[in-house]
Structure formats: structure tokens, C-alpha cells
């Protein structure tokens, strides 16, 4: 009967079923998979306890572990609430799992069993899988060697922290501007690196429309000063990043640039620096960093400078409590404008303290290109840990594998001579007409009333 139908209609033509083609009625849209994504993302920049970067030679994203008080079907609700406010379709409990575990298997809920470290997490997985009794004595032999290691290398950071410490009790503080090398401090010790971003506005009321939008990020680099008992955390706003709407943020040039301000600005006037920083085999910014401070050497800016890269996983820093504290103090403020970070920042403890990043305040240099034509690349950089760099040896890094492993020399350059001049300055990337108009027809609307820009008529309201 229907077959006939058809045949006289579309003649003689295979069938095909009416749904075909069709998207079901109940199906996911694009749309709805990226508002939970967001949804998500936004929730862990309040609530996440970004981990440091993933353990060595893997370029994973690093995990952020949520407070395991909330579980997962909680932040459901919310999310429920939030769309609910918004007035879109909430995806249901299973959907929402399942979202989550495809796009941002990164962000997990924190328990305890959960490691940060995944080298422990893989020779735990060897010792079970196990089978024979030399097996089991070889994994769990390397299993030892992996912790002694990170003892060694924890110890090496809290001997530093304290000579640190105890230097800056016995020496009188200079006077500023402080000339590089010229005063009687030794050794300066610093730690540095970025924190998780945060963004404004942000209200800690606050949930519902802003959990969908995208708005302006805020990122915070911070230098540890461990001696001195202090901590400046320069805040990046979106449109001074190098790259444009906050694009290429932790790159190198960001680093070396800011590293850079800092010493000019901060420093004791130290003989000898030594720096802690995490490792961050991805981002292949350690070459950079490190031809950086051959330079600083070389041109007479530090007599000595070591630079140790910790295990990510096992060592506490100075530069992450005091990140923690911002944020506990972040959550429970109201932000409308970056000064308002700055404040947050400033307030969240005695040591913190906010370095806003505006009007070539701090200057970013071409350093990547200057340092590639200047040095040579330093073959098996990733075994490598611990860097040393002195006057006495121009152009040569002694790389360790170990803390008090043998020390390899290696030469970066053959000249003794080094060019004094500053590379070639960049200016921020600042913001495209887009965002520029995003922000203004999406973002402020939720900055409350007194703290809105008014000086920029170029977006009426239409
Ligand atoms: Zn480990």
C-alpha cells in the first residue's frame, strides 16, 4: 500500500525513512554542549585548585581538582539554577557527566586517593601489575628512587628559602634604585609562575547569566621573593597580553619580559640569584629562560645565577600559597574592574602584592628571537633540572640531572662579549572590535551600575 504510494510519487526509488537526516527532537545542540562546557569552566576558575603543570616530558593539560564538598551532581543543580535563570534548556545529569568527561577531562573532583603526580601514579599502577617476585622488587625499587628524588629536590628549595631568610635578617635592606651587584647581599632567592586566570566581573553571589559568557580574563604571574617574605603578582588584563584578546599570555616573551622588570625593580642588588620555577616541557619556554640568564651573566647584571626545576606534584612553593590566597580571598569578593583585583590581591595577605600591567609600565621584548640568533640550542634540555650560570665562564651552562648530580658543562656561545642592548620592544596585542563589542554588549551589563566605564561612546546601545 505505502509502497505503492511511493512508487507512484517518487517512482522506483529505494525508501527512506522520515527521520533520516533530521536531527531528533531531543538531541544535544552544538549550543547546549558549549554552555555546560562553559558552565564548567567557569566554575572550576572559582572553585578549582589548579594542580602545577603535568609531571615532566608529558604536554597534557595540568589537572585542576575541585573541592570534592561539592560532587558532581551538586554542580548540576547549579548549572540547572544558572540555565533556569537564563531561560535555556538544561541538559540532564547524564548528559552532563558525560559532557564533561569528553571536553574537560581535566577538571576532576579532588579525593583523596586522587595524585597529582603522575610518575607515583604509574610506578603505583607497575607495583600492582607485578606478576614475579623480582617484578615487584624492581618496581618497587623505582617507585623509592622517584620519592628520594623528590625529597632531595624538596630539600634543596627549603635549604634555599632559609639561607634566604637568614641573609635578609643580617643585612640591612638598600635604599632604591638598587644598581645590580652593588650591595652585600649574596644571594637572592626568587620563585615564579603564573596562576590559574581570573576574570571580571565577578561577583562571589554570584551565579546564573555570567556562567555563560566569556568575560574578561585576567591573568596573574607571580615572583616570590622568599627571603624578603614577599610576593608581587603582576595582573595581565586582556588587553596587554602580547598577542591580541589575551592571546599568547604565558609565552616566553611574557616570562623573560617580566622576569626582567622585576629584577630591575626588586631585586636586592644580589651577587647571586638562585631561582625555583616549575618545569614546563610543552610550552619549550625553558630554553628561553635559560638563554636569558646566560645574558643576565654575561653582561655583568649577576655575578652567579642557578635555576632548579621542581618536580610538579611534590613541592609545596611559596609562589602557590600565596596564589591560594588570593583566590580564597577572590571568591569572596566582588570584582567590577581590575583595580578591584588589584585590591583583592594586595589584601589577601601581608606578602601579596598586585602589579597592574598598563601603560608600558612593563615592557615586553623580543627576546625569543634574540636569544635563538644569540645562542645555540641546549641539546637534551628535557633531562636536564638544574642550571647554573657564572661570570667566570661566559657563554657555558653546567646542567644536572640530579641535585647533586655531576655537573655537564655545555656552551651556548663562543663569544666572551655580549651585545648590552635590550631587544626589540613589543607593544600588547590589545582588543579586536569583536571582543571590544562582546564585552561591551554582553560583559557589561553584569558590572554593577557605578563601576562601568563610561568613556566609551564607540558601542551605543542600539
Ligand atoms: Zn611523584
Known amino acids: 500500500m505505502y509502497i505503492v504510494k511511493h512508487m507512484k510519487t517518487h517512482g522506483i526509488k529505494p525508501r527512506t525513512h522520515g527521520n533520516i537526516g533530521k536531527k531528533p527532537h531531543n538531541a544535544l545542540s552544538f549550543e547546549e554542549i558549549k554552555f555546560v562546557v562553559q558552565f ?18 608529558r604536554d597534557s593539560e595540568p589537572p585542576i581538582f575541585l573541592p570534592c564538598s561539592t560532587p558532581k551532581n551538586e554542580i548540576h ?19 552532563f557527566y558525560s559532557i564533561w568527561s ?14 597529582v603526580c603522575n610518575t607515583c601514579e604509574r610506578h603505583r599502577e607497575h607495583i600492582l601489575n607485578a606478576r614475579s617476585e623480582n617484578e615487584k622488587l624492581t618496581a618497587t625499587r623505582n617507585f623509592t628512587d622517584h620519592i628520594e628524588k623528590a625529597e632531595r629536590e624538596h630539600h634543596l628549595y627549603i635549604q634555599c628559602i632559609k639561607e634566604a631568610r637568614e641573609e635578609h635578617q643580617s643585612i640591612q635592606l638598600p635604599e632604591p634604585p638598587v644598581r645590580p651587584c652593588s650591595t652585600d647581599f649574596l644571594k637572592t632567592h626568587y620563585t615564579f609562575d603564573f596562576a ?7 561577583h562571589s553571589r554570584q551565579v546564573g547569566p555570567l556562567f555563560f559568557e566569556t568575560p574578561r580574563k585576567i591573568q596573574i604571574f607571580g615572583i616570590c621573593m622568599e627571603g624578603a617574605g614577599s610576593q608581587r603578582n603582576y595582573l595581565i588584563d586582556e588587553d596587554q597580553t602580547i598577542g591580541r584578546d589575551g592571546k599568547n599570555a604565558h609565552g616566553p616573551n611574557t616570562v623573560i619580559s617580566i622576569l626582567h622588570h622585576h629584577f630591575q625593580n626588586y631585586s636586592m642588588g644580589e651577587k647571586c640569584a638562585v631561582l625555583h620555577c616549575d618545569n614546563c616541557p610543552g610550552q619549550n619556554k625553558n630554553r628561553y629562560v635559560i638563554g636569558y640568564l646566560l645574558w643576565r651573566v654575561m653582561i655583568g647584571l649577576h655575578r652567579a645565577i642557578e635555576l632548579h626545576m621542581q618536580i610538579p606534584g611534590h613541592t609545596k612553593c611559596q609562589v602557590d600559597a600565596g596564589f591560594a590566597q588570593i583566590k580564597k580571598k577572590y571568591r569572596r569578593s566582588d570584582c567590577d574592574t581590575l583595580q578591584h583585583v588589584a585590591d583583592v590581591v594586595s589584601k589577601s595577605s601581608k606578602s601579596n602584592e598586585a602589579v597592574i600591567i598598563e601603560d608600558g609600565n612593563v615592557k615586553y621584548y623580543e627576546w625569543k628571537e634574540y636569544i635563538k640568533t644569540t645562542f645555540q640550542p641546549l641539546k637534551g634540555i628535557r633531562k636536564f633540572h638544574h642550571f647554573t650560570f657564572s661570570a667566570l665562564l661566559p657563554g657555558v651552562v653546567l646542567c644536572s640531572v640530579d641535585v647533586d648530580g655531576d655537573k655537564v658543562p655545555v656552551i651556548l656561545s663562543n663569544h666572551d662579549q655580549i651585545s648590552v642592548n635590550l631587544s626589540l620592544e613589543i607593544m600588547p596585542g590589545g582588543l579586536s572590535r569583536e571582543r571590544q563589542e562582546y564585552l561591551y554588549k554582553h560583559i557589561r551589563p553584569h558590572v554593577r551600575e557605578c563601576f562601568r566605564d563610561t568613556t566609551c561612546p564607540e558601542f551605543h546601545e542600539e
Open 196 to 202: 590559574q586566570c581570573v576574570s571580571v566581573p565577578h
Open 40 to 57: 564548567i569552566n567557569r566554575y572550576s576558575e572559582d572553585n578549582g585548585l589548579p594542580m602545577p603543570a603535568a609531571p615532566r616530558g
Open 77 to 95: 543543580q547549579l548549572y540547572v539554577e544558572a540555565c533556569h535563570e537564563v531561560q535555556i534548556r538544561a541538559v540532564k545529569l547524564s548528559s
Open 102 to 115: 569528553a571536553c574537560l577531562p581535566n577538571i576532576q573532583i579532588a579525593n583523596p586517593r586522587s595524585d
